[in-house]
């Protein structure tokens, strides 16, 4: 069993350490992973903004570089879950859509298929989850706010597996941080005001660190915490799985 | 404006932003523990929008079915292809009564038509008798919320303006003082006026018989008061059977503002003796959303608000940056298909979180409309020329794993030495946010060092 590892195009720029802790981990729990070097972007940024027309050539590179993966796992709820709903191919679509069955977020592809149970990781700090909105509501990897039925996260049962690690509650469990892709530069006001808000959340029960499945997502909090001084950090889920 | 714009003077006033948030937080946290209350919510919204899908897919019929017994029970029908023809016949109503002046209660449909400019122009006074639609009346403003019309206005605001406009004492800003003042000034329209209008929930096919939903009992009082009655709804608003009002009033209000039903759900059958009973059946756009396969079901909307209230966008935007009658999610993916170049800004304004789609009682997809809708705006042409260059371009590197490697590598390099470069006023995201920090090595050249290919 092979396991393609698919690093998101910002990962692998601004957070390298995120994408070699997901490799490790990985590899930590007996899985063979290799990374297609060829790969760039799920193409979401473009389709999101409307363009989705334009990421066919990014769609056929994709499912050229995974085709013969019997997984492929990202440590991105929000690119697994662009390529699940659009992975549009100039001709095979079929084989795109076997490839599009593969696609596994990290977390979930730990629970339901790794069925990870126990984990070697130490991480004596108080966390906040910041559950983004495309692994919970797009993929289903925890249970959402809004609907009637039993509670479940992916992502909590494998931090709950942490030494050392006190999960924050939170007043709104679920609420988007405000990131969006470029609607965060598009509509620079309301994103801003989100990031606050959640962060004041996560501030306001004392997390030392907020986590969570998505980068872009840490990405657009920890610019908020930054500007704002704070000593609280983001850190990858991966990363505290790892550690 | 656009919607981005007007986001942003929006958020000029930090403390207003989050009254705005927390009081429509504190709504969406009822509508919650409403839901939770009844074991079966899920398979209710199933229902209902099973129920609507049959509507859709047969509503020609079921619109027949509904005039013919609507008609039969001795109620006027008329049919109205879009906005101005709805006025016109509002206002030939009026001139036929010989009336100028009629009392209004609440309907969303008479603010998507614009009805009340229209009459004015028309020199017919209007009053709006729900008292939120009153109050944003009175201020001469829309209703910023399709349930919750002035929800923008706090309570000491609202004094000043009955100080004005009502007498009521300067400096009160007690609810119960100020609804009274309301009540004794709508008493005087409600006995004055003789020609009412009302919206419709719910439209009844097999009955010809329609209900109103409202929680201040404002729509009775003005029809029942009255000797001509004006029913407006949108040709989307019939269920099947009365059966169906089950499903229908226990997810309503539940959804709205998390009451188990609205205080009066009153059934319009037919008229009273002496009165006329009018029905004004409103295309304006639907039937082409109906044909819009990807658009259509947005159609099973029942105007809960439920979708706004969850909207973290519009909790921190406010109603009227949406610019449309339906503001929020629902709005953004209604409008564009009544002004594509009007709204195109509406769709984008989104994180596309979903939560919308899981508040909506008929199960609205309504993040994947709003995503769908980008794709068609930009087919249209609606994409400003920087954006499609810039889009063009970012595909263009994406697409090349060299030119990728190389544009990263560079652009690293230039943000390490030249931080001013990207954190600077130019860039939105360092209006309020730092720049990440960029790493030396990307994980591809990490991993060539360090894994064998």
């Known amino acids: 069993m092979t396991v393609g590892l698919f690093i998101p195009c910002y990962v692998d720029q601004f957070y390298p350490q995120v994408a070699i802790a997901t490799l490790e981990l990985l590899e930590k729990l007996g899985q063979t992973v290799v990374f297609p070097t060829g790969q760039t972007c799920c193409g979401q940024p473009m389709a999101n903004s409307g363009f989705e027309h334009l990421t066919h050539t990014l769609s056929n590179r994709f499912v050229e570089q995974f085709g013969g993966v019997d997984y492929i796992v990202s440590p991105s709820g929000s690119c697994a879950l662009h390529l699940k709903e659009h992975l549009h191919v100039t001709h095979d679509q079929a084989k795109a859509g076997q490839v599009q069955q593969r696609v596994y977020e990290l977390t979930e592809f730990l629970t339901d298929i790794v069925q990870v149970n126990t984990l070697s990781a130490n991480f004596p700090h108080r966390v906040g989850l910041h559950q983004s909105c495309h692994g919970q509501r797009g993929l289903h990897i925890a249970q959402m706010s809004e609907l009637v039925a039993p509670p479940f ?91 | 404006m656009n919607h981005p714009e007007l986001a942003e003077q929006f958020n000029r006033d930090e403390a207003r932003v989050d009254w705005h948030d927390e009081t429509l937080w504190f709504v969406r946290q009822k509508r919650d523990k409403a839901a939770h209350s009844l074991p079966e919510w899920e398979t209710l919204r199933e229902t209902a929008s099973q129920i609507k899908h049959n509507v859709l897919g047969n509503l020609a019929d079921y619109l027949v079915q509904f005039e013919q017994n609507a008609l039969a029970n001795g109620v006027q029908v008329h049919w109205a292809t879009n906005a101005a023809e709805h006025n016109q016949l509002v206002h030939q109503i009026l001139l036929d009564n010989q009336v100028d002046r009629m009392v209004k209660s609440k309907s969303m449909l008479t603010e998507e038509c614009h009805l009340n400019d229209y009459l004015a122009q028309q020199g017919i006074d209007v009053i709006d008798s729900d008292l939120g639609e009153r109050i944003v009346q009175l201020a001469g403003e829309a209703p910023s919320h399709i349930v919750l019309p002035c929800i923008h206005w706090k309570k000491e605001e609202i004094g000043a303006l009955f100080h004005q406009h009502l007498g009521t004492e300067a400096g009160c800003a007690d609810p ?15 006995l004055t ?58 997810l309503l209000t539940r959804s709205a503002t998390g009451q188990p039903i609205t205080t009066y759900s009153s059934h319009f059958r037919r008229p009273r003796p002496g009165q006329t009973m009018h029905l004004i059946l409103v295309d304006n756009g639907r039937s082409v959303q109906l044909g819009r396969d990807d658009f259509r079901n947005s159609l099973k909307c029942i105007r809960c608000g439920a ?21 929020g999610p629902i709005g953004a993916i209604l409008a564009p298909n009544l002004d594509m170049t009007k709204h195109a800004d509406l769709p984008f304004a989104s994180t596309l979180c979903g939560s919308c789609t899981n508040v909506c009682p008929v199960k609205i997809d309504i993040h994947q409309q709003l995503y769908k809708w980008r794709q068609v705006l930009t087919q249209e042409g609606q994409a400003t020329t920087a954006k499609t260059v810039s889009m063009q371009a970012m595909n263009a590197v994406l697409s090349n794993r060299g030119l990728y490697s190389l544009a990263g590598r560079v652009g690293r390099q230039l943000m390490r030495w030249f931080p001013a470069l990207v954190s600077n006023k130019l860039n939105p995201w360092y209006t309020h946010r730092e720049m990440p920090e960029p790493p030396k090595e990307s994980f591809g050249e990490w991993y060539a060092k360090h894994r064998k290919p």
Not at chain 1, 160 to 168: F, K, S
Not at chain 2, 223 to 249: N, T, Y
Request: contains cysteine.
């Open chain 2, 176 to 190: 119960q003082i100020l609804t009274g003042a309301a009540r004794l000034h709508l008493r005087d329209t409600f």
């Open chain 2, 193 to 250: 006026r003789r020609l009412a209008l009302t919206g419709v929930n719910f439209a009844i096919a097999e009955t010809g018989e329609f209900v109103v939903c409202t929680n201040e009992g404002n729509a009775d009082m003005g029809v029942h008061l009255a000797d001509v009655h004006i029913a407006s709804m949108g040709i989307e608003k019939i269920i099947p059977r009365r059966e169906h009002l089950g499903v229908f009033l226990r």
């Open chain 2, 307 to 327: 979708c706004m209230n969850t909207c973290p966008v519009y909790r921190r935007s406010g109603g009227h940056s949406y610019q449309s009658a339906v503001a």
């Open chain 1, 153 to 243: 996260s992916k992502p909590v049962e494998l931090l709950n597996m942490v030494t050392g690690l006190e999960l924050i509650s939170l007043d709104r469990p679920d609420e988007c941080c405000g990131f969006g892709g470029t609607f965060c530069v598009l509509e620079e006001a309301v994103s801003a005001k989100m990031g606050k808000d959640r962060i004041a959340d996560h501030l306001r029960h004392g997390a030392e660190f907020i986590t969570g499945v998505d980068m872009s997502c840490l990405m657009h909090l920890e610019g908020v915490l930054r500007r704002q001084g704070s000593k609280t950090n983001v850190v990858h889920i991966a990363e505290i799985l790892n550690s």
